[in-house]
């Protein structure tokens, strides 16, 4: 059974080569280009800066899946909602383990003042992402229509949401 936690700055190679493979291969993300490890070392060290979680699943030493969250505006009023990003290795589909990260990625959030979590999921075809956000109580609120064109077409984005602890329920200050 896999293990999660926090990442660790050795565990960048394999977080690089998981991205890569998604970047190269499928829609959730609208990269074109596979970043490089620096860039994926300089993405982790700002989240981390910003008090925000990243975390990892590990199984048997080996890295297998990442999750993170990340602003979801740069501007102040944001401060309480974030975006999440998770990412597995392609041998983990069908086992699960994409809601157990999902799920503590949340938990992480929560705990770091996170009021809102903001799933932008690329392609309204990523019935696997879209599950697994559901799953765990994320709401359906839109999809933007061709908004990104990767792969010789047009891909939409699926927006979801999911509250964390008091949500917009009373003042987070």
């Not at 009021?115 to 999809?143: E, M, P, T, W, Y």
Request: proline share 6%.
């Amino acid at each position: 059974m896999p293990i999660i936690r926090p990442s660790q700055p050795s565990d960048l190679p394999m977080i690089t080569a998981i991205y890569q493979h998604h970047v190269l291969n499928g829609t959730g993300t609208f990269e074109i280009e596979p970043p490089s490890l620096e860039e994926m070392t300089a993405r982790r060290s700002d989240v981390l800066s910003k008090g925000l979680p990243y975390i990892t699943l590990e199984e048997n030493g080996e890295v297998l899946g990442f999750a993170y969250c990340n602003w979801f505006k740069p501007r102040p009023a944001y401060r309480f909602s974030a975006e999440d990003s998770i990412y597995l290795a392609p041998k983990t589909a069908g086992k699960g383990w994409g809601r157990m990260l999902l799920a503590e990625l949340c938990r992480a959030a929560e705990k770091a003042g996170i009021r809102k979590l903001i799933a932008v999921i690329g392609d309204s075809g990523n019935a696997g992402s879209i599950g697994v956000h559901k799953s765990i109580g994320f709401q359906h609120v839109g999809i933007v229509s061709g908004c990104g064109w990767k792969f010789n077409r047009w891909l939409d984005i699926v927006m979801m949401e999911k509250a964390l602890g008091d949500g917009q329920n009373r003042s987070p200050e």
